[in-house]
């Protein structure tokens, strides 16, 4: 087996782990593996034939998916609020600082709505499109595939200034960082370390790392964390006064391959958000033990990213009759219904 390709056996084995898991682990929810078997058994190729499409075209759009439905579930929960535009009513998340000219894919998800709603009219909430389109986009990069609980409902509501707050961001410590994750009833070790590793694959601004380059926490100077060859290569593409949207590969090594290779970076300094090397240079950390693991074992990683991620898909749900169903994931029922009946008229 090589290492790019998970095993049937890790993907089993997750899956009972996740199953094995305490009473508590997870929220007590009605999401369910099988909740569209019967009223939309097409969800999954629907979803996994329009990401397949929109890769040949943009090769960052897997990484782009996966943070939509990490951004989503860390304010007030997976119910797909990072969607909504901004309305009479709503104040858009997609405007807070960790979303503004950085969250995308938004057209590839409605693309995977309007067909959707062709296929199985009023079924498929957009929260539960996020988290499938998440695991569809990790397993086409390589990575593993695990059994989606589904059966979430879709907010009425935004909340920005949540969002400025409780995602977390690349210029943060681990201190923060931990802060952040336990809000929302992810563990400060495992879990954090696990769901990192998701930046084994995508691009990032280089308006995000300037300040790491050349006046770190207001020095003057670099981050001392950097490997000195990697900041020339980083100061080479991002210098002072230039292009801040130019684009810089999270994983240096394997760019569009969701593999082991981030922890590997991080042993070598090369982690390029400063998030993202505080998991390995700040010391003492029980964090840096668990990147050793997973740098040197794939399997490994894969495992815990999957029980990390059926986590994370469980924080705070809409079910049962709370929320709606939208059937645009810009705009919610009422909204919808208005500019329909506006335009109609």
Not at 152 to 173: C, G, K, V
Not at 186 to 197: F, M, Q, R
Request: hydrophobic share 40%; with cysteine; proline share 5%.
């Amino acid at each position: 087996m090589t290492k790019e390709m998970p095993s049937l056996r890790c993907i089993i084995a997750t899956l009972f782990i996740a199953l094995l898991l305490p009473p508590g682990s997870f929220p007590a929810t009605t999401l369910s593996p099988s909740f569209y078997d019967e009223t939309c058994p097409t969800v999954f190729s629907i979803i996994r034939g329009i990401i397949e499409q929109a890769l040949l075209s943009d090769p960052r759009i897997g990484a782009s998916l996966l943070r939509l439905h990490f951004h989503d579930c860390f304010v007030n929960g997976c119910d797909a609020s990072i969607l909504l535009d901004n309305s009479a009513n709503i104040e858009s998340e997609k405007e807070a600082a960790p979303n503004n000219n950085s969250a995308r894919g938004f057209e590839v998800v409605d693309a995977m709505k309007i067909a959707l709603e062709f296929e199985c009219p009023g079924i498929v909430s957009c929260a539960d499109i996020l988290a499938i389109a998440a695991q569809e986009a990790v397993n086409l990069a390589g990575g593993p595939s695990w059994l989606v609980l589904l059966g979430r409902r879709d907010s009425t509501t935004a909340n920005r200034t949540l969002a400025n707050l409780a995602i977390p961001a690349a210029f943060e410590t681990l201190d923060v960082l931990k802060s952040k994750f336990a809000a929302v009833g992810l563990n400060t070790s495992t879990d954090l370390v696990a769901l990192s590793g998701a930046h084994t694959f995508g691009r990032a601004q280089c308006t995000i790392v300037i300040e790491r380059l050349y006046n770190f926490n207001g020095t003057g100077k670099a981050d001392p964390t950097l490997n000195a060859t990697y900041l020339e290569t980083l100061r080479k593409v991002c210098p002072q006064g230039g292009n801040g949207s130019v684009l810089l590969n999270l994983d240096p090594t394997t760019p569009n391959t969701f593999d082991g290779n981030y922890y590997t970076n991080l042993q070598a300094q090369e982690g390029l958000l400063q998030s993202d090397q505080e998991l390995f240079s700040t010391s003492g950390a029980d964090t840096i033990e668990i990147v050793e693991r997973f740098s040197s074992n794939q399997i490994v990683f894969f495992e815990s990213f999957v029980v990390s991620m059926l986590k994370m898909g469980n924080i705070s749900p809409v079910t049962g009759t709370e929320g709606e169903i939208r059937l645009s994931c810009r705009r919610v029922h009422m909204d919808y219904t208005s500019s329909n009946k506006w335009s109609s008229s």
